[in-house]
């Protein structure tokens, strides 16, 4: 076998094995089998909760054992094909099966990071913020190509992406904006973006053209529905309204009725401009709040399990999960897996491969020394 299509091979077998490895696979499937029963039994849907939970497991793990099953398969007739092309000296059917390996490769991280999307919300929808860290026009800027990065990625993968709030900086780019991200497994994909983005680029606000290091953070958190309850003390909260603001109202509409609140015990600050009516931005923003809650005692609950929790408050130099340098040279590399690409296809919203390799690393739990990029 060629070494390149050992190395395709490679690329597939390892998240398959994950999978595997991540579903406990015989229980998985002595499950898989059970649950195939209960959604055929029509006594299930008098309970329509219960009946929901269920068919959001089964359909998880329906997914996982077809991902499994039909790239092996696939690739299994595309060693075949690969090896009959070398017996014949046939190099056009080699390279038919190389390029169908390749594919599969491809297939295989996306269809497995899809499998291991079992969280307790990973199904939802999801909010995004982002805010610009300390520097002004420079971080504000940067936090406005993130704002592009994320809109790209949401519309090149078919998700509907709406956005909640944005406000605009003083002289360009944003001081923070929130988008809400529609699809299914929005909150899963989303969740291992949250943190802080670092920016290496000559400033085009710099008259001298010297190099900058602007931060921008990013928070992920779930939609959540009226089966999770979040009791909230009306005297920790502080309400307020304001005109909102939007690049020219490319964005929002520009309104006296945008509201703010702050959770005062936590310091959380959520906010809803989307909507002329201030009763419903006072509305959304109560469930970004409550979203915002809920996804804070879940990584508090993940983190008691590891040992370790971090707020992710401070947006400056530490605390990065990603470096984005433009200059002197080009490369985006994640802190956490290093993992890299050109920031071109990144900023363009190609941010898959990391969100893949964050979601394995998470399943995993094995860590990478990993050293910045200057």
Known sequence: MRAEAQAQIDRIEAPQELLRQTKDWERAMRRHDELNARVQDPSLWDNPKEAQAVSREQKTLENAVNTVNEISAEMADA???????????????????????????????????????????????????????????????????????????????????????????????????????RCDNAYGYGKT???????????????????????????????????????????DLKIDTYRASGAGGQHVNTTDSAVRITHQPTGIVVASQNDRSQHKNRATAMNMLKARLFEREMAEREAAASGEYQEKSDIGWGHQIRSYVLQPYQMVKDLRTGVTSSPDKVLDGEIDLFISAALAQRVTGETVDVEDVE
């Open 79 to 181: 060693i075949e094909f690969i090896e009959m092309g070398e017996l014949e000296d046939e190099e056009s059917i080699i390279s038919d099966g190389l390029s169908t390996l390749e594919g599969l490769a491809n297939r295989a991280d996306a269809d497995t990071v899809q499998a291991l999307l079992s969280g307790e919300a990973d199904g939802n929808d999801t909010y995004l913020e982002i805010h610009a860290g300390a520097g002004g026009t420079e971080s504000q800027d940067w936090a406005e190509m993130l704002f592009r990065m994320y809109a790209r990625w949401a519309e090149q993968r078919g998700f509907k992406a709406e956005t909640d709030e944005f406000q605009a900086g003083e002289q360009a780019g944003i001081k923070s904006a929130t988008l809400l991200i």
């Open 193 to 235: 973006e949250s943190g802080v983005h670092r920016l290496v680029r000559i400033s085009p606000y710099d008259s001298a053209a010297k190099r900058h290091t602007s931060f921008s953070s990013v928070w992920v958190y779930p939609v959540i529905d009226d089966d999770i309850d979040i009791e909230i003390n009306p005297a």
